[in-house]
Every structure is written in structure tokens, then in C-alpha cells.
Nanobody, 126 residues
């Protein structure tokens, strides 16, 4: 079993920055696809960024150039650095993981992920 715990959400002005963290606990993992998703009420949960522990980094078009996903295996933590935040980035952000490699064709499929965190709220005001 794997548990995911997000932190780092909050309220910021447009143009500001936040860094989200997702700590992985439980069974050890070597090959996994880790991702950040976000969701606003009434809408589908959408993939924001994905990273494979053995390689591969992917971003949604809406965040390219503004968000950076990284993974520190020694700390078992996945980070999402978010810069130049916009009001449209306001959402609940979730960390997700699955025991397989990431691929460009599937990292955004929320149904592929086995493990999910509880989420952390990000609110960007104009």
C-alpha cells in the first residue's frame, strides 16, 4: 500500500508562486508514475504534470513554462513548483501515483492511477 499526502496549498495573488509537496509513504517503489491533477467543482479532474521515477516529464499545455514537477527519491517527495499563477489555476490539487512507467499517451488518464492524496486547495485572486 502507498499513501500520499499533499501540502503547500494556499491563497496567492495573480502572478505569485506556490510550491506543492506530495510525500509518499508505505511500500517502497522504484518504477512509478507520479502526477499532479487538479479539479474545480463541477468539472473533470485534469492532469497538470506527470513525472516518471525512471524518467519522463509531462505537462498540460495550460501550465507549460509556468509549472515545474520534480521528484526527490531520497525524500520520497514529489514537488510542483507553480509560478506566474493565474486565477484559472484555482482548484483543489491532488497527487496521484501508479506503479508503472509514465508515458506521454497516458499520464493524464486519471483512471490509470491507483493511489491518490486528499488534496490541497490553491486559490489565486486577481
Amino acid at each position: 500500500q502507498v499513501q500520499l499526502k499533499e501540502s503547500g496549498g494556499g491563497s496567492v495573488q495573480a502572478g505569485g508562486s506556490l510550491t506543492l509537496s506530495c510525500v509518499v509513504s508505505g511500500d517502497r517503489y522504484k518504477n512509478a508514475c507520479m502526477a499532479w491533477f487538479r479539479q474545480i467543482p463541477g468539472k473533470e479532474r485534469e492532469g497538470v504534470a506527470g513525472i516518471g521515477t525512471l524518467g519522463g516529464i509531462y505537462y498540460a499545455d495550460s501550465v507549460k513554462g509556468r509549472f515545474t514537477i520534480t521528484h526527490d527519491y531520497s525524500k520520497k517527495t514529489v514537488y510542483l513548483q507553480m509560478n506566474s499563477l493565474k486565477p484559472d489555476d484555482t482548484a483543489m490539487y491532488y497527487c496521484a501515483a501508479v506503479r508503472r512507467s509514465c508515458s506521454g499517451g497516458s499520464w493524464q488518464l486519471r483512471t490509470d492511477y491507483t493511489y491518490w492524496g486528499q488534496g490541497t486547495q490553491v486559490t489565486v485572486s486577481s
